[in-house]
């Protein structure tokens, strides 16, 4: 008889902790498939909510690849704004110094890769995913308004033509440098990608 209800209570005590083992499990098991299919999830609301649709402009643009082949990349294009840039070149020679100043203005586009390369998220609850890595990026940076021009050569240091086609790529190069040190846009186009998402009403998103 003890040796019965010995085998009674180690199998009540064997049964619980199975149990218990399986509540763990389960829900453990759904956390992972959850997560995997997060960014399928947040894939699929971007194209539809973000496609050329409402308030956002869908762009295709033309990119380098490392082997120098381009390839054409689908953008959303939420957020835009203007900046103006200045560039000085003087040099002296001889005792003669020539010096060519440019400023122009330039509109910057900002906005996110649709294929959401290098996003990461994951489920919160059913209906809610928080996106645990969004990545803005500059579209555009291009030319507004008018190229203003300050020229002053030296007495016989004269400013060249190439000078200037090469003063106008410095010009170039830092309007890009600063587009991409922006942390202000970038922070508004992650707001924007937010506020978009949550035009469903049926799913949330957040940062």
Same mark, same amino acid.
């Given at each position: 008889?003890?040796?019965?209800?010995?085998?009674?209570?180690?199998?009540?005590?064997?049964?619980?902790?199975?149990?218990?083992?399986?509540?763990?499990?389960?829900?453990?098991?759904?956390?992972?498939?959850?997560?995997?299919?997060?960014?399928?999830?947040?894939?699929?609301?971007?194209?539809?909510?973000?496609?050329?649709?409402?308030?956002?402009?869908?762009?295709?643009?033309?990119? =380098?690849?490392?082997?120098? *082949?381009?390839?054409?990349? #689908? /953008?959303?294009? &939420?957020?835009?704004? +203007?900046?103006?840039?200045?560039?000085?070149?003087?040099?002296?020679?001889?005792?003669?110094?020539?010096?060519?100043?440019?400023?122009?203005?330039?509109?910057?586009?900002?906005?996110?890769?649709?294929?959401?390369?290098?996003?990461?998220?994951?489920?919160?609850?059913?209906?809610?995913?928080?996106?645990? =890595?969004?990545?803005?990026? *500059?579209?555009?940076?291009? #030319? /507004?308004?008018? &190229?203003?021009?300050? +020229?002053?050569?030296?007495?016989?240091?004269?400013?060249?033509?190439?000078?200037?086609?090469?003063?106008?790529?410095?010009?170039?190069?830092?309007?890009?440098?600063?587009?991409?040190?922006?942390?202000?846009?970038?922070?508004?186009?992650?707001?924007?990608?937010?506020?978009?998402?949550?035009?469903?009403?049926?799913?949330?998103?957040?940062?």
């Amino acid at each position: 008889m003890v040796c019965l209800t010995v085998l009674i209570l180690g199998w009540m005590v064997s049964s619980k902790i199975n149990d218990c083992l399986n509540a763990v499990k389960e829900p453990t098991d759904k956390v992972v498939e959850n997560i995997k299919d997060a960014m399928e999830t947040v894939k699929a609301k971007a194209a539809e909510i973000f496609g050329g649709i409402g308030d956002w402009e869908k762009v295709e643009i033309d990119c =380098k690849t490392e082997s120098g *082949v381009g390839r054409v990349v #689908r /953008m959303y294009s &939420l957020y835009e704004n +203007e900046i103006q840039v200045e560039y000085v070149y003087s040099t002296t020679w001889g005792g003669s110094t020539k010096r060519l100043a440019l400023k122009e203005k330039y509109k910057v586009r900002y906005g996110i890769d649709a294929s959401l390369e290098g996003w990461q998220a994951s489920w919160i609850s059913p209906n809610e995913i928080k996106l645990d =890595k969004i990545c803005p990026v *500059v579209i555009s940076c291009q #030319r /507004m308004g008018e &190229l203003v021009i300050e +020229e002053n050569d030296g007495l016989w240091n004269k400013i060249q033509p190439a000078e200037r086609e090469w003063a106008q790529k410095e010009l170039d190069a830092q309007a890009e440098a600063r587009a991409n040190k922006n942390e202000e846009a970038f922070a508004s186009v992650k707001n924007e990608v937010i506020r978009g998402l949550n035009r469903d009403k049926f799913m949330r998103f957040r940062m």
